[in-house]
């Protein structure tokens, strides 16, 4: 006799899409809200640098903590908080967002596309803190969006890259595409790659539906960029992007 899966799981998963709808949708909205509230006066204020460590990195920790989700971080003695980096990630699920936001531990400086510009007191409070918003139709609008931000970097932070391009539907890793590793070797900054499994367990691509459970983050050893030149970022990318892949469950990988 088989057991179907949904009478193996515990009974009050059954319930949990009224806990998502009535409780941990409405705090997320006003976390978001009061964030980008606080973020605006103090990035303006004070530094962007404090409204990011100390409304951002919060803003994902409640995230993740009010579903609840465990993180697991391992290899953060990789990262030196007096060094700046490219930080190469792959990209499951919305999810990944707060995961690497709350738990990474850097300034983090987000290369996302334009179209999250439009949403309003987010768009606000991300300029305030310094995102790059870009347009993937206009490269030229793209380099010089990111090279005035990375003029702008301080010691301690991180540009942050899904370097997918877009979340895979399917878990598997995709090929990752050329900007980070051409503004790393620009800029002469190492790459930190980092691998989030799990995060498509607690929301999928394409769903509306959030589930508990647990995600790991892993931070790799960082790749340095000292001396190359646009000829090896190839080389690079590929090598990063068999790192991340490494760090993956067998079968995401391909």
Not at 65 to 89: C, F, K, M, T
């Amino acid at each position: 006799m088989t057991t179907s899966r949904s009478s193996s799981r515990p009974a009050w998963l059954n319930l949990y899409p009224l806990y998502q709808w009535l409780v941990y949708v409405p705090l997320i909205v006003l976390a978001t809200l009061v964030g980008a509230l606080l973020a605006v006066p103090l990035a303006l204020l004070v530094s962007p640098r404090l409204a990011n460590l100390w409304v951002a990195v919060p803003w994902g920790r409640v995230l993740t903590w009010l579903v609840p989700v465990r993180v697991e971080v391992e290899g953060l003695e990789h990262i030196d908080a007096e060094q700046s980096y490219v930080v190469v990630a792959n990209h499951q699920s919305q999810f990944d967002i707060p995961v690497i936001y709350g738990w990474i531990g850097l300034d983090l400086r987000w290369v996302a596309k334009a179209e999250l510009s439009r949403i309003p007191f987010v768009a606000a409070g991300c300029r305030a803190i310094g995102h790059i918003f870009i347009d993937r139709a206009d490269p030229d609008q793209a380099r010089k969006a990111i090279n005035r931000a990375v003029g702008r970097l301080k010691a301690g932070t991180g540009l942050m890259f899904f370097a997918e391009g877009t979340r895979s539907r399917t878990g598997e890793l995709l090929p990752f595409k050329k900007g980070a590793f051409r503004v790393a070797i620009d800029q002469q900054l190492p790459i930190l790659p980092v691998t989030v499994v799990d995060t498509r367990e607690i929301l999928p691509a394409r769903s509306l539906r959030i589930r508990p459970g647990r995600v790991r983050m892993i931070v790799h050893a960082p790749m340095e960029t000292a001396g190359l030149s646009h000829k090896s970022s190839g080389e690079l990318r590929r090598r990063c992007h068999s790192i991340v892949a490494g760090a993956l469950p067998q079968g995401s990988a391909a």
